[in-house]
Each structure stands twice: as structure tokens, then as C-alpha cells.
């Protein structure tokens, strides 16, 4: 009895190391790319973005889930970076504080050429997935970033920015934010407004892709969570949008919380290695790890007309909260050329509000 248990461990210990090291194969030639890392972030909150201090070093950083040595041991060779600022700076300083997460991530690529190749492109990925190097794009976290504006959305467009989500937990003038299905918040435009349809419509993809988050709250609704948990939600996506909608969105190193199993980026091979226990196919695997993404941004970048005259309908001033904002350009702003009457009465209104007259 006893010399069958010790049988079906050593067996079951070796089929382990069996899936590990055909993940670690598989990932050799098709490494993974993360839709979402929030390191940027972290690289701010600690360091306020001084790449060149010596704890800055991504060769030795520690306390994150992110640095160099742990994504080579994960294999991942395409990361979009999260640039990413706070709801609080809605109407106040998102558009400047998402200009300096860009600016971080530029300036990774910059300090290790080595490692990280700033990309933006399908074909991008792919050179750099031939050198060795991670393919670094940005993704920018939140509507509230682009201030309303289309002209912001184009500009960052063509700062790098590849994706855009609508909302992060916060609504903006144009969009309702998850919230708002939990009761948490109140709904303020319906899902979409008009504008908030123009801003879809010029950041809509081809195509569909579902990129897991690893954060425990999201992966087991507890604060514990393991990675095959993480496993069953790849599963159930597979099972009903098909395998070629999975990819991941780990959200290392924007969450307090991971899967014991999935503690930083490192541990990819040991989620793939669960897939493959669980019978997924080579190609499903692939497809997981890089190829649905560069499938769907393939397809995104076919059918992308950079020739069309842009939108230039603004959102409608009275949608705007304006405490911190000028409004030049709507009809009811007010004028620079006014007549001397008329400037004498505002500055009179100005000196009374500040109880100087």
C-alpha cells in the first residue's frame, strides 16, 4: 500500500516537471504578451519616476512583481505598460500626469535597450520577439485621461498609446464606469453618451479578445485566490467565446493581491504548464500566450484609416465639470477682447467675492 502511494507521487511529480518543461518549450518560441502592468505606476509612487536613481535599477528592483530577471524567467517578451494616473485627477492634472507615465515608459526602453524595444505595431512584436527584446507598447488606463477631448485622444495616439479603457472605476462625462452595475455609483450617462460613441468608435477593435486579470478579489470575489483558479477562468472563457479569445492581463504590480502560485511575472510557465495538464493544445496555447492578440491587432491595424477627416464635434460644454478648466472655443466662454465696462464689472464681482471692496 504504502509503495503505491510513493509510486503514484514520484509519478505525479514527474509528470509535473513533464507540462513545466514543455510550457518553458513552448514559451521559447512563442513567448507571452501581458495586456496590463502597472510597474510605471510603481516606478512613480516610489521613486517619482527618477529612472536613474540606484533602487530604480531594474536589474535589482525590489519589492514589485515586476523587474528584468523575473520577466525573462517568465518568458514574456510583449508587455503593454499601464499608464495610469488616479480618478482624483479627473478635471484637475490627468492629461499631464499621463503625458509622465508615457514619458517612463519611453524612457524604459530608453535606459535598457537591451530588454525593452518601444513598439507599436503587430510587426514590432514580432522583430522584437526575434531579438529577444520585450516589445513595449502603452496602454493608457482610464477615460479620464484624454479630459474629454478627441484632439488629447489622437495626440496620445501618436505618442504610442495603443489602447484606451473607457472607464477605470470612476464614470467620466461620456462614460459610466463598472460601478454602476454593483450600485455603487450613479449613472450619469446611460452607459454612453454621444460623445462618449465617438470616443468608442475611434478606439474600437476588430475582433475580441478577453485578457485575464490575476487580482484575487476579481479571480475568487475572496481575498485568497490560487492559480488554478486563474486556470478555470481561462477554461470557462475557452469554453464560451472559444480559444481564440483568451490572453492575459495579469494587473502585476497594480494589485495588493495575487494568486498563490502567481506571485509576479515570472510564474507564467508554471499557468501554462496548468493549461497543458488540463489538455490544451499546443495551438491553443500559442494562441493564449501571443498569437489571439497579434491575430486581433493585425486585423485592427488593416482596417485602420488614418486618412478620414477626425472627428472635431467637442463634447458639450454644459457636460464638462469647469472648476479647473477653461472653456476657449464654446460660445458661452468668455471673451479676451471685452469692452472696459464690461471688464470693470467682472473684476469689481472678483474684488467683492474676495471681500476686498
Same mark, same amino acid.
Given at each position: 500500500?504504502?509503495?503505491?502511494?510513493?509510486?503514484?507521487?514520484?509519478?505525479?511529480?514527474?509528470?509535473?516537471?513533464?507540462?513545466?518543461?514543455?510550457?518553458? &518549450?513552448?514559451?521559447?518560441?512563442?513567448?507571452?504578451?501581458?495586456?496590463?502592468?502597472?510597474?510605471?505606476?510603481?516606478?512613480?509612487?516610489?521613486?517619482?519616476n527618477?529612472?536613474?536613481?540606484?533602487?530604480?535599477?531594474?536589474?535589482?528592483?525590489?519589492?514589485?512583481?515586476?523587474?528584468?530577471?523575473?520577466?525573462?524567467?517568465?518568458?514574456?517578451?510583449?508587455?503593454?505598460w499601464?499608464?495610469?494616473?488616479?480618478?482624483?485627477?479627473?478635471?484637475?492634472?490627468?492629461?499631464?500626469?499621463?503625458?509622465?507615465?508615457?514619458?517612463?515608459?519611453?524612457?524604459?526602453?530608453?535606459?535598457?535597450p537591451?530588454?525593452?524595444?518601444?513598439?507599436?505595431?503587430?510587426?514590432?512584436?514580432?522583430?522584437?520577439?526575434?531579438?529577444g527584446?520585450?516589445?513595449?507598447?502603452?496602454g493608457?488606463?482610464?477615460?479620464?485621461?484624454?479630459?474629454?477631448?478627441? @484632439?488629447?485622444?489622437?495626440?496620445?495616439?501618436?505618442?504610442?498609446?495603443?489602447?484606451?479603457?473607457?472607464?477605470?472605476?470612476?464614470?467620466?462625462?461620456?462614460? %459610466?464606469?463598472?460601478?454602476?452595475?454593483?450600485?455603487?455609483?450613479?449613472?450619469?450617462?446611460?452607459?454612453?453618451?454621444?460623445? @462618449?460613441?465617438?470616443?468608442?468608435?475611434?478606439?474600437?477593435?476588430?475582433?475580441?479578445?478577453?485578457?485575464?486579470?490575476?487580482?484575487? %478579489?476579481?479571480v475568487?470575489? &475572496?481575498?485568497?485566490?490560487?492559480?488554478?483558479?486563474?486556470a478555470?477562468?481561462?477554461?470557462?472563457?475557452?469554453?464560451?467565446?472559444?480559444?481564440?479569445?483568451?490572453?492575459?492581463?495579469?494587473?502585476?504590480?497594480?494589485?495588493?493581491?495575487?494568486?498563490? @502560485?502567481?506571485?509576479?511575472?515570472?510564474?507564467?510557465?508554471?499557468?501554462?504548464?496548468?493549461?497543458?495538464?488540463?489538455?490544451?493544445?499546443?495551438?491553443?496555447?500559442?494562441?493564449?500566450?501571443?498569437?489571439?492578440?497579434?491575430?486581433v491587432?493585425?486585423?485592427?491595424?488593416?482596417?485602420?484609416?488614418?486618412?478620414?477627416?477626425?472627428?472635431?464635434?467637442?463634447?458639450?460644454?454644459?457636460?464638462?465639470?469647469?472648476?479647473?478648466?477653461?472653456?476657449?472655443?464654446?460660445?458661452?466662454?468668455p471673451?479676451?477682447?471685452?469692452?472696459?465696462?464690461?471688464?470693470?464689472?467682472?473684476?469689481?464681482?472678483?474684488?467683492?467675492?474676495?471681500g476686498?471692496?
Open positions: 500500500m504504502w509503495t503505491s502511494w510513493w509510486l503514484w507521487a514520484l509519478v505525479a511529480v514527474c509528470t509535473g516537471d513533464q507540462f513545466r518543461d514543455e510550457a518553458e &518549450r513552448i514559451m521559447r518560441g512563442t513567448p507571452v504578451i501581458d495586456g496590463h502592468n502597472d510597474l510605471p505606476w510603481r516606478l512613480l509612487t516610489m521613486f517619482n527618477q529612472l536613474q536613481s540606484e533602487r530604480a535599477n531594474l536589474t535589482s528592483l525590489a519589492n514589485t512583481h515586476t523587474n528584468i530577471p523575473k520577466l525573462r524567467a517568465g518568458f514574456v517578451g510583449g508587455q503593454f499601464s499608464a495610469y494616473t488616479p480618478c482624483d485627477t479627473q478635471n484637475k492634472d490627468a492629461v499631464k500626469r499621463t503625458l509622465e507615465q508615457i514619458d517612463v515608459i519611453q524612457r524604459m526602453c530608453q535606459t535598457y537591451d530588454t525593452f524595444v518601444c513598439v507599436t505595431n503587430s510587426a514590432g512584436i514580432r522583430q522584437a520577439f526575434r531579438e527584446r520585450v516589445a513595449s507598447l502603452v493608457v488606463e482610464g477615460g479620464h485621461s484624454i479630459d474629454s477631448s478627441l @484632439g488629447v485622444l489622437r495626440t496620445l495616439y501618436r505618442l504610442g498609446m495603443r489602447y484606451l479603457t473607457l472607464t477605470h472605476s470612476c464614470n467620466t462625462p461620456w462614460a %459610466d464606469n463598472w460601478l454602476v452595475d454593483t450600485g455603487e455609483d450613479k449613472a450619469e450617462s446611460q452607459g454612453l453618451s454621444r460623445f @462618449g460613441q465617438d470616443v468608442l468608435r475611434l478606439v474600437n477593435q476588430t475582433g475580441s479578445l478577453v485578457m485575464v486579470n490575476f487580482y484575487n %478579489d476579481y475568487s470575489c &475572496r481575498q485568497e485566490a490560487t492559480l488554478s483558479q486563474v478555470d477562468h481561462l477554461d470557462h472563457i475557452k469554453k464560451v467565446a472559444g480559444a481564440g479569445a483568451v490572453g492575459f492581463g495579469g494587473d502585476f504590480d497594480g494589485v495588493s493581491r495575487l494568486p498563490v @502560485g502567481l506571485e509576479d511575472v515570472s510564474k507564467y510557465p508554471d499557468l501554462v504548464a496548468e493549461l497543458l495538464r488540463r489538455r490544451w493544445t499546443e495551438a491553443e496555447v500559442r494562441g493564449a500566450l501571443a498569437n489571439n492578440l497579434l491575430r491587432f493585425e486585423a485592427v491595424e488593416q482596417v485602420s484609416d488614418h486618412t478620414q477627416s477626425p472627428e472635431e464635434e467637442p463634447i458639450p460644454a454644459d457636460q464638462l465639470q469647469a472648476s479647473c478648466r477653461t472653456m476657449y472655443g464654446y460660445s458661452e466662454a471673451s479676451l477682447h471685452q469692452q472696459p465696462g464690461a471688464l470693470l464689472a467682472f473684476l469689481t464681482t472678483v474684488l467683492l467675492g474676495l476686498l471692496l
